[in-house]
């Protein structure tokens, strides 16, 4: 059987960027700031393309929800070797308050739609840190979980995947259909060639709302403020073990 | 005259109930032992300023009920024992949590932001259709909570509007409950149809170690990159047991293979605040730092007096790490307090 494979795609600001807080305290500046595709997501587009490579996945349809500028994020996927893009269009306060909840939604109705059977997504956005579109969009429909995988491998027509977890790893087997969640280790993502973000651009993108597929986006909950961490005090420079420990010792720690 | 005051307490504690339904922590344990962030889970319950229920499943809770049953603040334990929860799979345990709820219509669910607690509590929201909170940070009141977003660089405080709040407390910002001597009563959880026939739990490849648990030890030492290679480690090690310290890792030193993944510290590995962080031969990245900032003391050791991670450090040494970190561990016995 070969599989139909659907890849979460989220536009996040770029893993390298120092983030400022807006002066008002509504949250964090994003205009004119560098933006990619989330290192998980990257990671969970690189797991679906090895997939293809190996002939077990016939298609690979990459997600993104959000505003225009996530079509860019959608190229990036379809230049790594996804087959065609979706872009669920939300924009301005129903994008500041849209939750795991409402994209676990919206992938549960496009995964019916198009007939999946497995949906990759990396284990967390680096902006929310969330940590729950995988484990939401598997409720939704009743599949199977394998969260925080770092391997994934096909066993008589079930999904044998390695997952770390806190003391070490497990094995799990799971049913298809199913999702799973893309940890660090998974794999290295490709850099994406020229002559492939070439074709990507003639890759198709479909262009739908959440009420085309009957999510309701409103929001759960009402940030009340977003503000920087308590920044620590300059500490000193010693010069010697013996001033380090003394200090160490002074302080109580050693 | 005692049965009509009785009933009257049972009223009274009838409509106890029925204003204050109550907060469901569910225990995280493992070969029969409570893993310590429950205690955490459990602080962070009383603070939501109702009844704290815990529910432990299992294949065999006994020693685990008993465990928690002691922790000061319970009032009830909830206890399933079923083959089918196995390896805590989350496709078994949740309908269970929906049984509970059903029956107690708690206001609050919460679990420890570990692994098992990020793993199963967004499938429980997701069937009782509401929006969770992940690693919480701080409870300001029942519905408002504090989290760290972009790598704990910026504060989130958020109001949640849902009826029923789902969270994940982080273990390092909630002191472990402490641990009484009598027992809160247990009952059996509420009985539901247990089948998964979806997901398969295999087997588990923990890494064995003497040391303390990295996340709830009082002092962590951690290398990164700059200790080129695995067999350097034991320089850490060593240093690590004189101090009774757990040993950590950056993500870097992780990928290149020197050490398992389970001892990464940061925004994708674990969370740390211990009293004492010594940061050696690592840079300090955006990604590591989210990991261990709180920590209430930072050493670093690097060559580069340039490295970001100095910009945290309370005491920062710039020397060759193949250096120091011998001297230090020959030194330490004069400095340690027995």
Known sequence: MSMRILVGCKRVIDYAVRIRIKPDKTGVVTEGVKHSLNPFDEIAVEEAVRMKEKKLCSEIIAVSCGPTTCQETLRTALAMGADKGIHIEVDGKDYETLQPLHVSKILAALAQQEKVDLIILGKQAIDDDANQTAQMTAAILDWPQATFASKIEKENGNLKVTREVDGGLENISVKLPAVVSADLRLNEPRYATLPNIMKAKKKPITVKKPSDLGVDVSSRIEVISVEDPPTREAGTKVESVDELLEKLKALGRI | ?338
């Open chain 2, 1 to 338: 005259m005692f049965l009509s005051s009785r009933a009257k307490l049972n009223q009274c504690g009838y409509l106890f109930l029925r204003r204050f339904k109550g907060t469901l922590v569910i225990a995280e344990h493992n070969e029969g032992k409570v893993v310590p962030i429950t205690y955490s889970a459990i602080t962070a319950a009383k603070q939501l300023g109702s009844e704290v229920t815990v529910l432990v499943a299992g294949t065999e809770t006994s020693s685990v009920v008993s465990e928690v049953s002691k922790a000061e603040g319970v009032n009830k334990v909830l206890s399933a024992d079923n083959e089918a929860f196995k390896g805590l799979l989350p496709e078994s345990l949740t309908p269970l949590i929906i049984a509970s709820q059903k029956q107690f219509s708690f206001t609050h669910i919460v679990a420890g932001a570990s692994a098992f607690g990020k793993n199963l509590i967004p499938r429980v929201a997701a069937k009782l259709d509401v929006s969770p909170i992940s690693d919480v940070i701080g409870i300001k009141n029942a519905d408002t909570f504090v989290r760290t977003i972009y790598a704990g660089n910026a504060i989130q405080t958020l109001k949640a509007k849902d009826a029923v709040k789902l969270l994940t407390v982080r273990g390092t910002n909630f002191a472990a409950c402490a641990l009484g001597s009598s027992g809160a009563p247990s009952e059996k959880a509420p009985a539901c149809e247990i089948k998964n026939d979806i997901s398969f739990w295999i087997n588990q490849e923990l890494s064995k170690s003497e040391r303390p648990e990295l996340t709830s030890a009082k002092r962590v030492i951690s290398g990164g990159r700059g200790l080129k290679s695995g067999d350097n480690f034991k320089l850490l090690y060593e240093l690590a047991d004189k101090l009774k310290a757990a040993v950590g890792a950056s993500r870097a030193a992780v990928d290149a293979g020197f050490v398992p993944n389970d001892m990464q510290v940061g925004q994708t590995g674990k969370i740390v605040a211990p009293e004492l962080y010594v940061a050696i031969g690592i840079s300090g990245a955006i990604q590591h730092l989210a990991g261990m900032k709180d920590s209430k003391t930072i050493v670093a050791i690097n060559k580069d007096p340039e490295a970001p991670i100095f910009q945290v450090a309370d005491l920062g040494l710039v020397a060759d790490l193949f250096k120091v970190v011998p001297e230090m561990t020959e030194k330490i016995d004069q400095y340690i307090s027995k």
